[in-house]
């Protein structure tokens, strides 16, 4: 498949936001470009209009290039409830409320069929895939049985580029800890990194991403400011209230969106990326 997958150093590092942003850019090159994220936990979900149910960020991006949502472009949602609980969703439908800790043991394979199903509809119906992460991929207790970062690039055949977020602290240590934490094949697929919610000139940072080239032998695409935005966060067990922004307002604010990753991300490099050209300096 042609695309690139955003996986970010931890969770709230920006990764919908770049990914809705990038599905916005490539949608008005003229390509047919699809958001997909395997899998999330979240209670923030919208249907869709044959009647299935997935996340409103997937939902969000799917807009952004222009699409009507489709549960194939978020294959798996688990909506924590009560009592510890549960609830499996595949490919828009509730399929079962289970005791959390037992989802590894009894939805692993269907899962993980799920999401290849999902990917090949992807494949047959779209030029290009932005596949989202979830959380970091080095969570280590959970790695062996993840299925929402290395395994979906791996599934997709897709690179990655790392988002960290700046603004937190820790932005170095984070890149590097994530890089180091990676299996080598993992680490291979890693071909650029972004800096995310920088606060300030982002030409201050011009040493920070020397540095940070010169340590991991990866280049960084981009030092992208913090931003204001309406659209609805995906993360997090509580529900929210559905956006009451016009479709006026949130085509406004997906362009926005676009015009600001456009500024401050190196497209050219990023291109070559999506696209699989071998030689990116």
Known sequence: MKGVMIQGTASNVGKSLITTA?????????????????????????????????????????????LSPRAYMNPVVLKPSANHQTEVIFMGEGINAIDGNNYQMTYYNDAKQT??????????????????GAGSPVEMNLKAHDLANMAVAEMADVPVVLVTDIDRGGAFASVAGTLALLAEEERNRVKGLVI??????????????????????????????????????????????PSTDSAREKESTYDRLARHVEHYVDCQKLTAIVFGESHVH
């Open 196 to 241: 995310n919610k920088f606060h300030g000139d982002v030409t201050s940072f011009a040493s920070g991403s020397e540095w940070l080239e010169a340590y991991t032998g990866i280049p960084v695409l981009g030092v992208i400011p913090h931003i204001e935005h309406d659209l609805a966060e995906e993360d997090g067990f509580r529900t929210q209230e």
């Open 22 to 66: 990038l599905c916005r850019l490539f949608s008005e090159k003229g390509y047919a470009a699809a958001p997909f994220k395997a899998q999330n936990m979240s209670n923030r979900t919208i249907q869709t209009e044959d009647g299935k149910e997935m996340s409103v960020a997937q939902a969000q991006q799917a807009e952004a290039a222009g």
């Open 115 to 132: 999401i290849q199903s999902a990917l090949e509809q992807l494949d047959r119906k779209h030029d290009l895939i932005f596949a989202e």
